[in-house]
């Protein structure tokens, strides 16, 4: 009897697969993003793989949830793994937010400073992809999983100082032209936002840390 429930529980290494699953939706979503910013023709198409990308997440996030009511044994607290899961769902899903933006309001065109900012999040991105990938042996790489969250977090102040500046040069260019303005400082909360939500995950992965070592 034993042995049957053994065999029917996932193993441990299942949620760690799922993060990394997980994360990889949000690199693939920031590069689409990030390309999204250089404009053009091809927008359109980006907010499509965009899209195509939160989906991906949200059948991860499925996964992850139905793989914990099925385990007796999680590798750390039930509660940590859902909301990391959340975590990083919410950072695709406000991508998707961010290229939604851009088709309501028929934007080709953007800022040099929005541009910063999604090079920020394709960074941001790739750290977490690292992070999450060392939680497996979080004992090991406990001082590069604590580098990457507060790198993380330095990039989110960036973010806020480069939004800060692309808004005021936006409202200065943008004087006569009102809605212009509307529509652009719209697309720099989204994409502030966006990091926002890779600081929450840095902040799940990093309070994990604290709690099981």
Same mark, same amino acid.
């Given at each position: ?84 899961? *959340? ?11 961010? *290229? ?23 960074? *941001? ?23 990457? *969250? ?64």
């Amino acid at each position: 009897m034993i042995g049957l429930f053994q065999a029917l529980m996932p193993r441990e290494d299942k949620f760690f697969d799922l993060f990394d699953r997980h994360a990889a939706t949000l690199t693939l979503g920031a590069r689409a993003l990030r390309e999204l910013l250089d404009g053009g023709d091809g927008a359109t198409a980006c907010c499509a793989r965009i899209m195509r990308h939160e989906g991906e997440a949200d059948i991860v996030a499925a996964e992850t949830t139905d793989a914990l009511r099925k385990s007796f044994i999680t590798p750390f607290d039930r509660s940590d793994i859902q909301d990391l899961s *959340a975590a990083l769902d919410d950072a695709i899903d406000q991508m998707q937010k961010t *290229a939604k933006a851009s088709l309501l309001f028929e934007v080709q065109s953007f800022e040099p400073a929005m541009r910063e900012m999604g090079d920020i999040v394709v960074e *941001a991105a790739a750290l977490t992809v690292q992070a999450i990938g060392m939680l497996k042996d979080m004992q090991k790489h406990r001082v590069s999983i604590n580098a990457l *969250a507060a790198r993380i977090i330095e990039l989110e102040d960036q973010a806020d100082a480069i939004h800060d500046r692309g808004l005021k040069a936006l409202l200065h260019e943008r004087q006569k032209d009102p809605m212009g303005f509307i529509i652009g400082r719209e697309i720099y909360s989204q994409l502030e936002k966006v990091v926002d939500r890779f600081e929450d995950v840095a902040k799940r992965f990093s309070g994990i840390l604290i709690e099981h070592l």
